[in-house]
């Protein structure tokens, strides 16, 4: 396949993807637009937002601030008072929330509750725990994950952009970014509807804190740097931003019991594709993607405006992109 075959393969058969970005041993060779997006421009990451908040917590615990994944999440929360009866939340740990079997009471995401209260995170809290215990199932959350940036600021008293500007973002050259926060229910569906191209921005509560389970702007080119870091190991151009250990945690894979992700294992907030070859990825819904693939030393950043019918494009990008990359 040829650069203008792919081009014409993207444009016919994903027509909502905005931007590509593909390295191979450490070089760009591949990057490329369609929807007149710019190289510079961002599109909101859904889901994927998740990963990067996973390295967020690994450099917290690098730095002391978490001195365990396995601290109970009440330890960050001495002014929180559980509903009366609830005892599970007194076990629910950070791992919990990271690998997604935490429990929550109630079925799906509590979207409203959550995102019309006055402090996000103490919402969330409010559904953490229930009758059934632990039961370390797999229970695949978004908006109740904010938890985990209300423990960002606990630990480190700075906001979640914040965190990520001085430990993540200023260190891979990612432009800075801003917190975004919406005033009514019609600007947060804007946000995520909109297929606009957006600024470096990342939605936030009342109080600034990032959705860590969403929210984030960024372009393929920012979002290919990330996957750099993880492929080497946490090193980026000679410099340590986070420990290999964390990225070998992150990315040890846990059986999913649900037949609706393909098969797929769970690491921390990260999906690995396959086990055996370690080859895993930032999943985002429409199709927004981090994939990392070590054997081959392949990084393919994918993003895309919002067109929910496209969940997963890790297929296309193994079959197109990555075949592509390898041909030339």
Not at 61 to 85: C, H, N, Q, T
Not at 117 to 132: E, H, Q, V
Request: charged fraction near 25%.
């Amino acid at each position: 396949m040829t650069k203008d075959e792919l081009y014409t393969t993207v444009k016919d058969k994903q027509p909502n993807i905005c931007q590509i970005v593909a390295y191979r041993d450490g070089e760009k060779v591949y990057a490329e637009e369609w929807n007149d997006y710019t190289r510079e421009d961002c599109t909101h990451i859904m889901s994927a937002t998740k990963s990067v908040v996973s390295l967020l917590i690994g450099i917290a615990a690098d730095l002391g601030m978490i001195r365990s994944v396995d601290d109970k999440v009440l330890d960050f929360f001495p002014d929180y008072e559980p509903k009366r009866g609830e005892k599970t939340i007194y076990d629910v740990t950070i791992r919990h929330l990271l690998t997604m079997r935490a429990p929550y009471k109630g079925k799906g995401d509590p979207w409203s509750k959550v995102c019309f209260s006055d402090n996000w995170t103490y919402a969330s809290l409010d559904f953490l725990g229930g009758r059934k215990g632990i039961t370390d199932d797999f229970n695949y959350q978004t908006v109740c994950l904010h938890i985990l940036s209300g423990i960002l600021y606990k630990v480190s008293g700075m906001k979640t952009v914040d965190f990520a500007n001085k430990y993540l973002f200023e260190p891979l050259g990612i432009k800075k970014h801003t917190s975004y926060f919406a005033e009514t229910a019609k600007e947060h569906k804007q946000f995520t509807m909109d297929r606009l191209p957006k600024k470096d921005v990342w939605f936030s509560d009342p109080q600034g804190l990032g959705t860590p389970g969403y929210g984030l702007c960024m372009s393929a080119s920012d979002i290919a740097l990330v996957g750099l870091l993880c492929l080497n190991n946490g090193e980026f151009s000679g410099k340590r931003i986070v420990s290999s250990s964390w990225i070998k945690e992150m990315t040890k894979p846990l059986e999913v019991e649900n037949e609706h992700f393909k098969g797929m294992s769970y690491g921390y907030l990260w999906w690995i594709i396959n086990p055996e070859k370690n080859i895993y990825a930032a999943i985002g819904n429409s199709g927004n993607v981090i994939y990392i693939n070590p054997e081959k030393n392949i990084v393919v950043a994918v993003t895309s405006y919002f067109k929910p019918s496209v969940i997963d494009r890790t297929d296309f990008i193994r079959d197109y992109v990555e075949s592509y990359i390898l041909e030339n």
